[in-house]
């Protein structure tokens, strides 16, 4: 064990000395983009072998404590859970900074932390994972401002079978994420299903959507106009021809214990949770490589620049990088050139995702549907569902491209309720004319301009940069599917378990969008 502890200390001591003179720096921030600045000013921690050395058996050391039990060590590396401050990284009795790692995951959201999760499962113990998240308390994170719908209703097979499998694992959360001695995983599964609605228009496309869903092993039975207002006498059904109701697999649960769950069954395997924000990479040339359709002289991202609490830049080589930074995974891969070189083939191609604001309103209906309510959606797009028990209810409603709102900010426009959303409200319930609306809030979608699905696999270009992002507001029930197929591309170099090989980068350059058909 000490010789392997003296080993990576020398080795990461030659590495980080191998830093200081090799600075190829790439941000998007003008304030970064000098290289001189930057080789000033990137920390690159002390290079003396014998210090790193020592600290490196500090960290190993209380790490072997913790899983003795007879220490409880830092549950986030960036906080003190003693004394709740900032770890100083130059403290030697501090953890160190993980300058190296095998794979690091910009983005600690629940499409991270499952990365990072299952990277490690299926990994070997020696594996390094570094989650980079430069806000912990994700109080602008997609993950946990969404309504945490689970379904299988959606057109392309793709994304019913991730749904299915994130199914089995969100009802059967604490065989996947318990640990040994705390308390149970619990996330809040209501399986109370979808009712999706269709106009004589569209009654066709549900149909057939229905048909492909249960051919892939989902559970729902379609409705007529007079089976739904039957089973659902709260509902007006007029202009509806079909209703399609899921039976088994399908609610909503509590996205913030998903992501708290991920994250703390992660870092008990040995993920590296860091909270800092990415700022740039470095590149490094190779003459002696040749990519296809593009002769000249090749250069690959090699460290990943992150600004931490202090205002250091610190680097953190890696041999693979996962962009999973949601609805700013378009920012991020600007900083690895994407979509930056103009008369590049394939580097003037740009990730497609970018914020959308999305308003989440919650209301009070005292004569409002019971508890057997499902989350409905409107042929209009609106959706609805209880929130508890107390008669209170969440709806929600994308806006029309002309409308849509600012990203600089949440703010929450109680207008687009009263003129877009509660008009619809009354027409398909009644009951819903005496609301009264409680509080309301705003999230980002990570959305992919291109086709709204998600972005999966490697770049085609940077050939150890890969991607887990862009699905446009159903990422939260993906995300250990998304997680599992990640981990698959890094072990084994293709799917093992549900073939996503359509959802790659490759579709931006064959411009073959993968839409899904009347789904919302």
Not at 234 to 258: A, S, T
Not at 299 to 315: I, Q, S, W
Not at 474 to 489: N, T, W, Y
Request: proline share 5%; hydrophobic share 35%; glycine share 8%.
């Amino acid at each position: 064990m000490l010789q392997s502890f003296v080993r990576r200390s020398f080795w990461q001591t030659k590495r980080l000395s191998a830093l200081s003179t090799e600075c190829n720096f790439y941000s998007t921030k003008e304030s970064d983009k000098n290289n001189d600045y930057v080789a000033k000013n990137i920390d690159l921690g002390n290079p003396d072998a014998l210090d790193r050395m020592k600290r490196c058996l500090v960290r190993d050391m209380a790490e072997l404590k913790r899983n003795l039990m007879f220490w409880k060590d830092f549950k986030n590396p960036a906080i003190c859970e003693k004394t709740g401050r900032v770890i100083d990284w130059d403290d030697p009795h501090a953890p160190i900074f993980p300058n190296h790692c095998d794979i690091v995951i910009i983005g600690g959201g629940a499409i991270g932390s499952s990365v990072a999760y299952f990277t490690k499962l299926l990994g070997n113990k020696s594996l390094r994972v570094v989650v980079v998240e430069k806000d912990d308390s994700y109080k602008q994170a997609s993950t946990v401002l969404s309504v945490g719908g689970l379904r299988q209703q959606f057109s392309l097979p793709e994304n019913i079978e991730m749904s299915l499998y994130g199914a089995e694992f969100i009802r059967n959360a604490n065989e996947f994420l318990g640990i040994e001695g705390e308390a149970p995983v619990d996330l809040q599964f209501h399986p109370y299903g979808y009712l999706s609605l269709a106009t004589e228009e569209t009654a066709e496309i549900l149909q057939n959507n229905s048909a492909l869903q249960r051919s892939l092993g989902a559970k729902n039975v379609l409705l007529s106009a007079n089976q739904l207002k039957s089973k659902f006498p709260w509902l007006n059904v007029e202009n509806i021809e079909l209703g399609c109701l899921g039976l088994e697999k399908e609610g909503w649960f509590d996205p913030w214990m998903l992501l708290c769950s991920l994250k703390r069954k992660a870092y008990s395997l040995g993920v590296n949770f860091v909270k800092a924000e990415a700022v740039g990479f470095n590149f490094e040339f190779k003459s002696g490589t040749v990519v296809t359709g593009d002769y000249s002289e090749f250069e690959t991202p090699n460290y990943l620049v992150v600004r931490t609490e202090d205002g250091k830049l610190r680097p953190i080589t890696f041999s693979e990088c996962v962009i999973a930074a949601g609805a700013f995974s378009g920012d991020v891969a600007r900083m690895v050139q994407i979509g930056t070189k103009a008369h590049h083939k394939i580097l003037s191609i740009p990730l497609p995702i970018e914020p959308r604001k999305r308003y989440v309103y919650c209301f009070h209906a005292p004569d409002g549907p019971g508890l057997n309510t499902p989350m409905t959606i409107d042929p209009s797009g609106m959706y609805f569902r209880r929130e508890g028990l107390n008669n209170n209810y969440i709806c929600g409603l994308s806006p029309e491209e002309h409308e849509e709102p600012a990203t600089d900010n949440l703010d929450v426009d109680y207008e687009f309720f009263n003129n877009k959303i509660w008009p619809k409200l009354a027409n398909r319930v009644p009951a819903f004319e005496n609301l009264k609306v409680k509080s309301a809030w705003a999230g980002f979608y990570e959305y992919n301009t291109f086709d709204e699905n998600g972005v999966i696999g490697y770049h085609p270009y940077h050939s150890n940069i890969l991607f887990a992002t862009g699905f446009s507001g159903h990422g939260i029930q993906k995300a250990p599917a998304v997680g599992r197929a990640v981990s698959e591309l890094i072990k084994y170099s293709q799917y093992k378990t549900i073939d996503l090989s359509r959802l790659g980068f490759d579709r931006f350059i064959t411009e073959q969008p993968l839409r899904e058909v009347n789904i919302w």
